[in-house]
């Protein structure tokens, strides 16, 4: 049989010919500053970004946290950041350590602070920075983690809901995230009272020592979103948060999982307060096209620890809903905790609509409120139409590996159908019609995998030794022997001091022009930049510099 291979390359650039420059930031931004690409940069210590003035970060930057400082960026209320990387040129957040060496909670991590509203019931009379809060419009709290101070740089919420803070595209966070005790942490992207004109696209926070994702209240929307191997929660949303959040995926890694006390480590970690109260804004944020992938991978053969609980915990009279979504590989799916939640969900205030539970060990889906239970599952499977399935096989294509996963739907998957948008909840302009469940598929005929490109789900072994990361395309050319499936690839790359070839079948390659024989699967076989459903083969090659994608 003929075999077709057709492959992309990525070519990494750096401005590195005669030396790298670096530069260090730390205590205070007061005025309009532009971090270049040309540059490695050091965070050290808290750092904040005040007085209105906005932080530029070109596309392709390096940022590394020091370690061993806390050191954490922290945009206070009025000023912005303006992060804009792009699918080829991310913008990286990461720890100070050589590869190889780095842990979660290297460093602090990123804290973005607005004025939208909260729902706390009064400003807090013991914060820092109380006497500031107390001459400001709407109602302010100080962020977790010790970051405010006498002049209030760590206080968020106010009373406009379409405050902007800025915008982040683009963006990796790895190893951030300090704990400094129970409920006092720093998470990996930390969201205070963040107003609904701030822009949040495409970030990954990768191995945060506490939360991926927090939201403090707020308004603020996003898409694209990953999660990988956190300690605590992927995503946790209180204090009012009511936001609308549009394919986003978390898979965690059975070796990283909270130590506290209670079942601690969760996918979705949702409250309304800590009252709990049924203060308003209630915390009601909209979430669809979301993949959540726990440690069971067969079983209970990768739960290290009984730490792993839910997919989902929604308690303290939270309304958070969902659509759309797979939770696989969790020993609950879903747990509506306490009675606030499930009588919400019993009366449709709370939805969770067409979603999949796959492959948990206690139960797909439970009320903590005895009564309810049944009637909660008998909802959840019937006018709900969500699905409850024993296993996580067949429904994603390779979802549990760790370094190279693909969270697409598998030939025949159930999550390739079943997608509705009829619900008021996810209708209106911001939310994108899908047909698929979880958070990638086909839209019109087209793959949406849209973590090609940037994101990383192996940072451990990514040397940040060079300022900037430039994706640029070439084709390569190669010839191919039918018979023996053999493939010799060149490149027209020039100056390149290195290459990593993946084949994309297990093997690799440091040669410059390297052959290849593939398994004998007769076939044809393509890879590109789209990524499309029928790839089989893909390779990188390095350029100056040890930074590498494929696709």
């Known amino acids: 049989m003929k075999k077709i291979f057709t492959l992309l390359a990525a070519i990494i650039t750096a401005n590195v010919a005669f030396g790298q420059a670096v530069a260090t930031l730390s205590g ?24 209105g003035a906005t932080i530029t970060i ?29 699918k080829n040129q991310p913008i990286v957040f990461t720890s100070d350590k050589v590869a190889g060496d780095r842990n979660p909670g290297d460093w602090g991590g990123i804290v973005l602070l607005g004025k939208a509203r909260i729902n706390r019931s009064a400003d807090c009379t013991t914060c820092p920075g109380a006497a500031i809060a107390a001459n400001e419009a709407g109602i302010q709290t100080n962020i977790e983690g010790d970051l405010d101070n006498a002049n209030g740089d760590g206080l968020y919420g106010g009373n406009d809901d379409t405050d902007n803070s800025g915008t982040m595209t683009y963006v990796r966070i790895e190893y951030a995230g300090v704990v400094i005790n129970t409920g006092n942490e720093i998470n990996g992207f930390t969201l205070g009272a963040v107003g609904s004109g ?39 949303t209180d204090f009012g948060f009511t936001g609308k959040i549009q394919f986003a995926v978390a898979q965690r890694d059975s070796n990283n999982y909270d130590t506290g006390s209670g079942p601690t480590t969760n996918g979705f970690e949702s409250d309304n307060d800590g009252g709990p109260t049924f203060n308003n804004p209630r915390t009601a944020p909209v979430f669809s096209n979301v993949t959540l992938v726990g440690p069971l991978a067969n079983g209970v053969a990768l739960q290290q620890s009984n730490s792993f609980q839910n997919a989902a915990r929604l308690r303290r009279n939270t309304l958070t809903s969902v659509f759309n979504s797979v939770f696989m590989g969790f020993p609950t799916g879903i747990l509506v905790d306490g009675a606030g939640s499930t009588a919400a969900y019993l009366g449709d205030t709370l939805r969770l609509k067409n979603n999949i539970s796959a492959g ?108 900037g990361i430039n994706y640029l395309d070439v084709v390569a050319g190669f010839s191919t022997n039918a018979v023996l499936n053999v493939a010799d690839f060149t490149n ?48 990188c090659y390095q350029h100056c510099t040890n930074y590498c994608y494929w696709c």
């Not at 005025?31 to 005040?50: E, H, M, P, Q």
């Not at 390096?62 to 209320?77: F, M, P, Y």
């Not at 999660?227 to 605590?232: F, R, V, W």
Request: charged letters at 15%; glycine letters at 10%.
């Open 360 to 467: 948990a060990t206690v139960s797909d889906i439970r009320s903590t409120v005895g009564a309810s239970d049944v009637l909660v599952k008998t909802k959840f499977e019937g006018p709900d139409a969500c699905d409850t399935l024993d296993a996580t096989a067949g429904i994603l294509t390779a979802p549990f590996n760790y370094g190279n996963p693909n969270f697409l739907p598998a030939a025949n998957s159930p999550a390739l159908t079943g997608g509705s948008f009829t619900d008021s909840y996810v209708s209106g302009n911001f939310f994108t019609p899908t047909t698929f469940r979880g958070a990638f598929g086909t839209i019109n005929g087209t793959v949406y995998q849209w973590d090609e490109c940037w994101a990383k789900y192996n940072p451990q072994n990514e040397n940040y030794t060079t300022p």
């Open 198 to 236: 701030t822009t949040i696209n495409n970030i990954q926070v990768s191995y945060a020592n506490d939360d991926s994702f927090e939201w403090f209240g707020g308004t603020v929307s996003a898409k694209n979103l990953i999660s990988l191997g956190a300690i605590d929660d992927d995503f946790d």
């Open 28 to 51: 205070e931004i007061t005025a309009n500053r532009t971090l270049n690409n040309d540059t490695i940069y050091f965070l050290d210590g808290f750092v904040y970004v005040k007085n």
């Open 492 to 539: 027209s790359s020039t100056n390149a001091t290195a290459y990593a070839w993946d084949f994309g079948d297990g093997q690799t390659s440091t040669e410059a022009f390297p052959s290849h024989t593939y398994p004998n699967q007769n076939g044809t076989y393509q890879g590109n930049f789209n990524c499309l459903p029928t790839m089989r083969y893909r390779y």
């Open 58 to 86: 070109e596309p392709g930057t390096i940022i590394k946290g020091v370690s061993g400082e806390r050191s954490t960026l922290i945009i206070t209320r009025g000023s912005k950041i303006n992060a804009a990387g792009t």
